[in-house]
């Protein structure tokens, strides 16, 4: 589904601030699997997907999706298959509609289809069943601004609109690290169903190492730009926080310094 063959990116090239974000990272992502991404700051995460959503482009490399080479494709075009979410709660909506304009917005953008004002008792049944599914009684305040809902119930929104049209691989940099953690482990539940239930392909970074041990069905950790350990099957089942910390110090012959990962991973 996702395969990237060597790809490259450096920053500020040829000056002091020089830094190689990405070095000739290749990954591949089988049609419905669901991998956890962890990593000290600097690792090259949010980069990894900066390259492919499209934000930036990589200075080498290839990137296909399934089967099509999207390198160099536009990130308004990628949007309409890869969906994507923020640390932010305050991204991806627009504070000042409603529930059902912003979810009109992403289905229809999802769609390929040009917005158009007024909804059909058809659409508004399809976002009234799929806000329900949420668990959050979001489906009885369909007419409420989203800028009035609070930082949980405004993920778990932009996280439907990134998948009410199933996209091809959805991308979570982070999407719980904002809320607290009674509000986190509820957004977690709902990614896991929405994922699951549709099986997308899913990459989600990271910081709460006991979490990306347990969600999805791999995990891969990455250091200076690079995959360090790649974890899946029986040898992940069986991995604990302590054993990863000293196998991670064993691949990459350096102490893991990020003290939100420690601290998420006791």
């Known amino acids: 589904m996702l395969?990237?063959?060597?790809?490259?990116?450096?920053?500020?090239?040829?000056?002091?601030?020089?830094?190689?974000?990405l070095d000739r990272f290749s990954l591949h992502l089988g049609a419905g699997e669901f991998v956890t991404v962890i990593g000290s700051n600097g690792a090259g995460k949010s980069t990894l997907f900066n390259t492919i959503s499209g934000f930036f482009f990589v200075d080498s490399g290839e990137i296909l999706l399934d089967g099509?080479?999207?390198?160099?494709?536009?990130?308004?075009?990628?949007?309409?298959?890869?969906?994507?979410?923020?640390?932010?709660?305050?991204?991806?909506?627009?504070?000042?509609m409603t529930i059902e304009e912003n979810l009109a917005l992403a289905y229809l953008r999802g769609a390929g289809k040009n917005p158009v004002f007024g909804l059909d008792k058809q659409s508004r049944e399809l976002f009234r069943e799929k806000l329900a599914a949420l668990g959050l009684g979001l489906e009885d305040r369909m007419k409420t601004k989203v800028g009035l809902l609070s930082g949980g119930q405004r993920q778990a929104l932009t996280l439907l609109m990134a998948t009410i049209i199933t996209p091809k691989l959805l991308l979570l940099d982070e999407h719980t690290a904002a809320l607290d953690p009674v509000t986190a482990e509820k957004v977690l539940d709902i990614t896991q169903k929405i994922v699951a239930e549709n099986r997308i392909t899913c990459m989600m970074v990271t910081h709460n190492i006991q979490s990306a041990l347990g969600?999805?069905?791999r995990t891969i950790m990455m250091d200076d730009g690079r995959i360090v350990l790649d974890l899946s099957g029986k040898e992940r089942a069986e991995m604990t926080v302590p054993k990863l910390i000293e196998r991670f110090q064993e691949t990459s012959k350096k102490n893991l310094d990020s003290d939100r990962m420690l601290l998420s991973g006791e």
């Not at 395969?3 to 974000?21: D, G, Y």
């Not at 990130?75 to 991806?92: N, S, V």
């Open 3 to 21: 395969t990237l063959n060597n790809i490259s990116k450096t920053f500020h090239p040829k000056t002091v601030n020089e830094k190689r974000a």
């Open 215 to 217: 969600l999805g069905t």
């Open 68 to 96: 099509e080479d999207i390198t160099y494709q536009k990130e308004y075009r990628r949007a309409r298959k890869i969906g994507r979410l923020f640390q932010d709660p305050l991204k991806g909506t627009a504070p000042s």
